[in-house]
């Protein structure tokens, strides 16, 4: 009885192992493709005798994908996406403003972001720990940093659309939009009246404008 309970519990930790310990990690191998085999579902990578040059080239952000409410869409590629990704401990994301399109104050909580202007003109900034704002226009050509975890926004300022190339350091960044994970979340209207100090007319308003940015 005790061994069964002992087997089963090592069981157990070895395959929560893969939720527990899910941070980006150093590779032991040239690379994992994730298996994406429903069959295989006991290996995590894709038997490498099986791999070819199409699992490590994405053709899926030749175009901008689908506009938001703000003027903005964003194609991510991670690892889900990606499979090729997977263990190398980094990805990114296409992003397309139209003229004033906004990229809604969010963060990424795995990842530092660089972002490469590939065209446009973008008001690009991010606040620290203090509340300090580091903001500025940047060009076609330049590129910013925002550091791991902290609040970031960009708006295109130019006259013509604008892209950006975002690269991450992490195969997984995940991304939390402010407006939507305060007013789209489902957090109680009285503690919203609260911390923002507005009526209940106000805060339902808001939820229906920004609950899904
Ligand atoms: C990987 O694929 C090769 C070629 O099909 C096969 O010989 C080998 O047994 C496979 N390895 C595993 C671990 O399935």
């Known amino acids: 009885m005790v061994y069964k309970t002992v087997v089963l519990f090592v069981?157990?930790?070895?395959?929560?192992?893969y939720v527990i310990f899910a941070s980006d990690p150093d590779p032991v191998q040239d690379f994992c493709i994730a298996n994406t085999e429903p069959a295989s579902h006991s290996s995590q990578c894709k038997n490498s005798s099986l791999a070819t040059v199409e699992d490590f080239v994405f053709s899926g952000i030749k175009v901008p994908g689908k506009f938001g409410p703000t003027g903005l869409s964003g194609v991510s590629v991670n690892s889900n996406v990606f499979p090729g990704l997977n263990t190398l401990g980094m990805s990114?994301?296409?992003?397309?403003?139209?003229v004033?399109?906004?990229n809604v104050p969010h963060f990424h909580p795995r990842a530092t972001e660089t972002a490469f202007v590939l065209e446009g003109k973008i008001y690009s900034g991010f606040v620290d720990t203090n509340n300090r704002i580091f903001a500025k226009v940047i060009e076609k050509g330049e590129v910013m940093v925002f550091p791991r975890g902290l609040l970031h926004f960009q708006m295109n300022v130019g006259d013509t659309p604008a892209t950006i190339l975002g690269s991450f350091?992490?195969?997984?960044?995940?991304?939390?939009?402010?407006?939507a994970?305060?007013?789209?979340?489902?957090?109680?209207?009285?503690?919203?009246?609260?911390?923002?100090?507005?009526?209940?007319?106000?805060?339902?308003?808001?939820?229906?404008?920004l609950g899904s940015h």
């Not at 990114?92 to 139209?98: C, I, P, Q, S």
């Not at 994970?181 to 939820?207: M, N, P, T, V």
């Open 169 to 179: 350091d992490s195969q997984n960044p995940g991304s939390q939009r402010i407006p």
């Open 11 to 17: 069981v157990l930790l070895f395959n929560m192992s």
């Open 100 to 102: 004033g399109g906004v």
């Open 92 to 98: 990114f994301v296409r992003a397309d403003f139209k």
């Open 181 to 209: 994970a305060i007013f789209g979340s489902g957090i109680k209207d009285k503690l919203l009246e609260k911390a923002f100090g507005l009526s209940s007319k106000e805060i339902s308003k808001l939820k229906k404008k």
